[in-house]
């Protein structure tokens, strides 16, 4: 009987590559799709070639889950990202870079951007200060992220960041480890941001 390994490692395997979906699971040997690096289920050998429409919109679902939100939301950073100057791909994959959610995964306070969501939603993060309990908050430049000052959210994120320690912190963050806090230097360019799509496929794709 096979293992049942969870329906975040089957979108993994069913996309071919990691999406980091699990946390920090997805850099070690228990990655599913490490193990198995083929789609789940059987007769995979059968499966045709996808169509042009099919390989978009499997890029888009893609970005979809990687960083963990709805078809609505995806369509409104989408129309956001069109309207702003500069490529539409690139604009809309730096937005989603910019959800707290995102930050407060990539800085190692929580281990997988559901649990920073999490995390927000229950007011263990501030922002300049500020409770923020909205995971698409967007930071911008000079913004500073931190535990709430409080002894459980700050053991929270320490104990989290033990687990995580070795995860690269962005080059647009300025990281403070003791504190621990981190402060929004620059916007993320593509070049910073590191999730498995091609977006110029979704643009083609939401432009229809």
């Not at 789609?39 to 893609?62: A, C, D, H, N, V």
């Not at 995964?105 to 559901?114: N, Q």
């Not at 992220?145 to 320490?158: A, D, G, H, L, T």
């Not at 360019?189 to 939401?206: A, H, W």
Request: glycine share 6%; with cysteine.
């Amino acid at each position: 009987m096979a293992r049942y390994i969870g329906p975040q490692c089957r979108l993994c395997r069913r996309e071919g590559e990691k999406l980091f979906l699990k946390g920090i699971r997805c850099d070690t040997v228990k990655c599913a799709i490490t193990k198995r690096k083929y789609p789940p289920g059987q007769f995979t050998w059968g499966r045709g070639k996808l169509s042009k429409y099919g390989i978009q919109f499997r890029e888009k679902q893609k970005a979809k889950r990687f960083y963990g939100i709805l078809e609505r939301q995806f369509q409104n950073y989408f129309r956001k990202a069109e309207r702003q100057k500069g490529n539409t791909g690139e604009n809309l994959l730096a937005m989603l870079e910019r959800r707290l959610d995102n930050v407060v995964c990539l800085l190692s306070f929580a281990m997988s951007r559901k649990s920073a969501r999490q995390l927000i939603r229950h007011g263990h993060i501030t922002v300049n200060n500020k409770k923020v309990d909205v995971p698409s908050y967007l930071v911008k430049v000079g913004d500073i992220i931190k535990p709430k000052n409080s002894e459980e959210s700050i053991n929270i994120v320490k104990a989290n960041g033990e687990l995580a320690k070795g995860r690269n912190i962005p080059a647009w963050v300025e990281f403070k480890t003791d504190i621990p806090e981190a402060v929004i230097t620059q916007l993320p360019t593509r070049e910073d941001i590191s999730v498995p799509v091609q977006e110029q496929l979704i643009v083609e794709l939401c432009s229809k």
